[in-house]
């Protein structure tokens, strides 16, 4: 049962457009920054959502390496390609403006893709999917990060989480969404273990000595100095077929860097060679699928619906009482929290106000109650 306080979508939505506006952020790009964020609470993807609204954004502008004015830049475009260079401004809204791009241009032919280099985390990447399957497409999206990821035999942090997901049209009442980390978990889920006082599961994490790690905490540091690694999909080691998301997170990491010959593993550190902080020249993809241009949009939802349908209604383990598919829980979160609002721990209530106060916003909060 939850027990957090719970901020009403709108009061969330206007107070952090108006924190973004107040670090140099203007209004519409603010928006579009607050409703990403706002998206992964809806979702009940906590790791992305408010919680890193100060830490990973508000921060990195006050400490330079992330600019609130957002250059976008079209490096090359034809009828169905675009790359883009982002300028180390606000990841999601080079995001925004380049799905609306190529959604438009998957209207016309039928596909549609871009690359983005230099730029800064773009938040949820089911939100650049959805963009497309909103639209009767099929979106597809990946991002490089800094470097997290061991590969397999290895216990130094290389590859980053790197997120390849996917958004399908359904005739559901949602899409199905694929959207996760190439690594058994991500930074961000065990920034939340910490901020929580939870410890991160065994298997997850591994040190320089080659054993696993759970103190959330001393992770957060030793990811940071290096001296320990996310294991990458499947676990540590090959039994568990770790090598497929050490695999799959190598083909995101690619495909975020070749692609517009962006930067890549080491050189995506946000540590410069004297130890200061410096901006992450993160590279993304999106790809969006037009099906009318092949059986149809109906066509293509009816059968996708009716795939998803029949594995919901197959055969369920001992104990258990339902078989989802990617996205439906996340739309039952949705179902739970659209007339609640999004619920936020103490240290979240903490930064909320501590942003307030100090860019002096008119805003009260139903927990200081």
């Known amino acids: 049962m939850e027990t957090r306080p719970y901020v009403s979508w709108e009061l969330i939505g206007n107070f952090m457009t108006d924190a973004f506006r107040a670090v140099g952020v203007p209004e519409e790009d603010a928006k579009i920054c607050a409703d990403v964020l706002m998206e992964s609470d809806r979702r009940g993807i906590e790791s992305h959502g408010c919680n890193r609204f100060k830490p ?3 921060d990195r502008i006050n400490a330079g390496i992330q600019k609130p004015v957002t250059e976008y830049e079209i490096l090359k ?20 403006r380049a799905m609306n791009s190529i959604i438009e241009k998957a209207k016309t032919y039928g596909l549609g893709m871009a690359a983005i280099r230099n730029s800064t985390h773009y938040g949820i990447a089911g939100y650049w999917a959805m963009m497309a399957s909103r639209q009767g497409m099929i979106g597809v ?23 390849l997901t996917f958004a399908l049209p359904t005739d559901d009442e949602f899409p199905f969404v694929l959207d996760c980390a190439t690594s058994i978990t991500q930074r ?16 997850m994490v591994i040190g320089r000595d080659g ?7 001393q992770i957060l540091k030793d990811l940071t100095a290096g001296e320990a690694a996310l294991a990458p999909l499947g676990g540590i080691g090959e ?37 200061e902080k410096q901006p992450y020249h993160l590279g993304h993809f999106f790809l969006v699928i037009n099906p009318e241009f092949f059986m149809g949009t109906e066509s293509f939802k009816a059968t996708a619906s009716e795939i998803l349908k029949e594995l919901r209604e197959s055969q369920r383990a001992p104990g258990q009482d339902r078989i989802y598919t990617a996205g439906e829980k996340e739309y039952l979160v949705w179902l739970e929290r659209k007339d609640k ?3 936020v721990s103490e240290s979240v209530q903490k930064e909320l106000i501590e942003v307030r106060d100090k860019y002096n916003l008119p805003y009260h909060f139903p927990f200081e109650d």
């Open 211 to 217: 054993e696993a790690k759970t103190d959330s905490q």
């Open 77 to 96: 475009e034809t009828p169905t390609t675009l790359l883009v260079d982002a300028h180390d401004g606000m990841g999601m809204v080079a995001s925004y």
């Open 341 to 343: 609002g999004v619920p």
């Open 141 to 163: 999206t990946g991002t490089n990060a800094r470097p997290s990821i061991a590969p397999t035999f290895g216990v130094e942090n290389m590859l980053g989480t790197n997120p």
């Open 188 to 203: 961000g889920k065990i920034e939340y273990f910490a901020r929580n006082g939870k410890s991160t599961p065994a298997g």
């Open 239 to 275: 039994d568990l077929a770790g090598y497929k998301g050490y695999g799959y997170a190598t083909v995101v990491e690619i495909l975020s860097a070749a692609l517009q010959g962006g930067s890549f593993l080491k050189a995506l550190t946000g540590i410069g060679p004297d130890g």
């Open 56 to 58: 990973i954004y508000i």
